[in-house]
């Protein structure tokens, strides 16, 4: 449907206005083309570099699929959020302000919280649930499962104490 044309004043031109036509037309659903889905979503492999964490080098190999899931998993819970540059501010787990509040249930559900959000920000990640918590004298042991498009995986988490 298009609506008349309007006259309007624009600019100036060497000291005189000049009067310029200016239409106006009001787009209906016809003018839209339908979407249409032209590409593929393809998924990206898993594969990753075989990181050592005892100490030794490592040996240059590589994982894919649900070893280096639990490897991201690892990577993930052990990286504090927004305190490293080089990491996306998607990436890691907030847990610093729990650090010192006493053991209870309330904390308990704020670390799951925060583990389960840490999670979740990897699209490979597609639930983490089973959060079981056994309290030691200065520190808490997270069991859980996590769900990703992998496989599901058996996880393990110990907050506060010389760990977290």
């Known amino acids: ?6 006259v309007g ?7 005189r206005e000049e009067q310029h036509r200016v239409k ?20 990206q492999p ?3 570099y075989a990181l050592r964490f005892d100490g030794y080098p490592c040996s240059g190999g590589k994982l894919d699929g649900l070893e280096a899931m639990k490897q991201a998993i690892f990577l993930i819970l052990q990286t504090e959020r927004f305190q490293y540059a080089i990491y996306s501010w998607n990436y890691g787990i907030e847990l610093n302000a729990l650090l010192g509040q006493t053991m209870t249930p309330y904390l ?9 959000d840490a999670l979740m920000a990897d699209d490979r990640v597609l639930s983490v649930e089973q959060f079981s918590f056994t309290k030691g004298k200065r520190s808490l042991l997270v069991k859980f499962t ?17 760990t977290a």
């Open 146 to 162: 996590v769900t990703t498009t992998e496989g599901d995986v058996e996880s393990e988490f110990e907050f506060g104490g010389e």
């Open 46 to 48: 898993t594969r990753t």
């Open 108 to 116: 308990q559900a704020k670390v799951a919280k925060a583990i389960e």
């Open 1 to 6: 449907m298009l609506q008349p044309p309007q």
């Open 24 to 43: 106006q037309r009001v787009l209906g659903p016809q003018a839209v083309p339908a979407l249409v889905q032209d590409f593929e979503i393809e998924t």
């Open 9 to 15: 004043r624009i600019g100036r031109h060497h000291g």
